[in-house]
C-alpha cells in the first residue's frame, strides 16, 4: 500500500514535470513504437530503476508490457538533454528479491529524445531533482507508515472498548 501511494505521487511529479516548456524547443518527427520499444524496454530493466525499483537488488523482469501511446514532443526545459517524447507504458515488473509494481499507462513513465545511433530513454526528472524527489518520498512513506500504525492502534482501542 505504502509502495502504491509513493509512486502515484511520483507519478503526479512526472506529469508536472511535463507542463514546463521552453521557447527554444524546436519538435521533431515521433518515432514509431517499434522504433522505441527496446530501448524503452531497456531503461526500465536497467539499475538503478528510477524510482520504482529503487531498492531492487537482484534482477527485474517486465511482463504485460505495452506502450499505450507516445507522446507530443516537449521541451521541459531549456537544456535539450530534457527534449523529448513522453512514453505511455503499462507492465507489470518483478524484482527477482521481492516486489512488484504494476504501471496503468495513464502518466508518462519514460521519456525518449533523438541521438545519434537511433533513440535514448531517460527519466523526466533531472537527476539533480531525482535525488531530492526520493529522499521526500522516502521521508513520506515513513510519514505515513507511522500515521496507518497509529490509525490501527486507535482502532483497537476502539474495537477492545465494545
Known sequence: MKNKV?????????????FISS???????????????????????KPPMPLIFKNCKGSMSLNNFNILKIGDYECQDKDP???????????????????TYSSDGKTSSVMV????????????????????LEKKLE???KKMESDW???EKK???QETKK
Request: charged share 25%.
Open 6 to 18: 509513493m509512486l502515484m505521487f511520483a507519478s503526479a511529479m512526472f506529469c508536472a514535470c511535463f
Open 23 to 45: 521557447k527554444e524547443c524546436t519538435a521533431q518527427s515521433k518515432p514509431s513504437i517499434e522504433e522505441i520499444k527496446g530501448t524503452v524496454v531497456d531503461y526500465l530493466k
Open 81 to 99: 538533454k530534457l527534449h523529448g517524447w513522453p512514453v505511455y507504458v503499462q507492465f507489470e515488473a518483478t524484482c527477482s528479491n521481492g516486489g
Open 113 to 132: 529524445r533523438k541521438v545519434e545511433s537511433g533513440y535514448e530513454a531517460f527519466s523526466p526528472i533531472p537527476e539533480e531533482e531525482q535525488a531530492d
Open 139 to 141: 521521508e513520506m512513506g
Open 149 to 151: 500504525e497509529k490509525f
Open 155 to 157: 482502532a483497537e482501542k
